[in-house]
T-cell receptor, first 112, second 111 residues
Framework: GENVEQHPSTLSVQEGDSAVIKCTYS??????FPWYKQELGKGPQLIID?????GEKKDQRIAVTLNKTAKHFSLHITETQPEDSAVYFC???????????FGRGTSLIVHP | DTAVSQTPKYLVTQMGNDKSIKCEQN?????MYWYKQDSKKFLKIMFS???????INETVPNRFSPKSPDKAHLNLHINSLELGDSAVYFC??????????FGPGTRLTVL
């Protein structure tokens, strides 16, 4: 089955810096890659996703890149703000399937 | 309008008790899930139902029994609770191959 590795497990940055979280996956059939943000005391919420027919997608301060050959994808947050502090999860799944495989999460701390 | 709702938000109980957590979604999705999140934040899938039928049952003790009365509801019943069951439980729903919508979570504490 699919295996998703996520690094780092903890990331601490100063406000205004950039943050990058990286994930690798094992199943070359995976073609949908969502990223979720989980704030304290809440459920995870989708912030951005990418499908295998594109290499990059951007939404304001967040972007995701995908390298299908190397089987890795990354989340980039620019100009970080304290409200970006949360746990971030990557996931991989085969489009149309029922089963996402989640990474183990990255705790991002943005210091004011 | 809450998309995925769960009740209760907090559940504190003694070992050996039986408890239930309810989940409802108003998104019209066919697929619903239960996840367990431990203290290290790892999201472990427990069950998935599609159109009221069980499609995923990970290696979960049979003390856990999901019930789906209709495709908008997926409840979780836990028998003979143990200390190790303490965690946050999330319900989610999705259309196949698309984003998951998570509920707010139920924090279960077994004493």
């Amino acid at each position: 089955g699919e295996n998703v590795e996520q690094h780092p497990s903890t990331l601490s940055v100063q406000e205004g810096d950039s943050a990058v979280i990286k994930c690798t996956y094992s199943d070359s059939a995976s073609n949908y890659f969502p990223w979720y943000k989980q704030e304290l005391g809440k459920g995870p919420q989708l912030i951005i996703d990418i499908r295998s027919n594109v290499g990059e997608k951007k939404d304001q301060r967040i972007a995701v890149t995908l390298n299908k050959t190397a089987k890795h994808f990354s989340l980039h947050i620019t100009e970080t703000q304290p409200e970006d502090s949360a746990v971030y999860f990557c996931a991989a799944m085969i489009e149309g399937s029922y089963i996402p495989t989640f990474g183990r999460g990255t705790s991002l701390i943005v210091h004011p | 309008d809450t998309a995925v709702s769960q009740t209760p938000k907090y559940l504190v109980t003694q070992m050996g008790n039986d408890k239930s957590i309810k989940c409802e979604q108003n998104l019209g999705h066919d697929t619903m899930y239960w996840y367990k999140q431990d203290s290290k934040k790892f999201l472990k899938i427990m069950f998935s139902y599609n159109n009221k039928e069980l499609i995923i049952n990970e290696t979960v003790p049979n003390r856990f029994s999901p019930k789906s009365p209709d495709k908008a509801h997926l409840n979780l019943h836990i028998n003979s609770l143990e200390l190790g069951d303490s965690a946050v439980y999330f319900c989610a729903s999705s259309a196949p191959g698309n984003e998951q919508f998570f509920g707010p979570g139920t924090r279960l504490t077994v004493l």
